[in-house]
Nanobody
């Protein structure tokens, strides 16, 4: 079982920045991957960014050049650095962790943090 606790969402003006965090109850290097997805009202969940155990990352085309995923292994914490925010980034952001247990691929989810981009 992995518990994920998020923090750092909020209200920001277009062009602003936020850096939500996600702290895991176990070592990040023991996990296959960690990442962020988002869900806007009336829309499906969208994968925003992923970081694999080895450190490789991928991000959605819609956020490339603006969002960066990073981690602090000593703090078991994953961050999503969000810059040049636009109104279309408004959504609930969820962090997730992927773990392999006895051959099974298990996903754990944070509680979600609201990000609102508005003037």
């Amino acid at each position: 079982q992995v518990k994920l606790v998020e923090a750092g969402g909020g209200l920001v003006q277009p062009g602003g920045s936020l850096r939500p965090s996600c702290t895991a109850s176990k070592s990040l290097v023991s996990l296959r991957a960690v990442g962020w997805v988002r869900q806007a009202p009336g829309s499906q969940r969208e994968l925003v960014a992923i970081m694999r155990r080895g450190g490789t990352t991928n991000s959605a085309d819609s956020v490339k050049g603006r969002f960066t995923i990073s981690r602090d292994n000593a703090k078991n914490t994953v961050y999503l650095e969000m810059n040049s925010l636009i109104t279309e980034d408004t959504a609930v952001y969820y962090c997730y962790a992927e773990e392999i247990l006895v051959g099974a691929d298990i996903l754990y989810w944070g509680q979600g943090t609201q990000v609102t981009v508005s003037s």
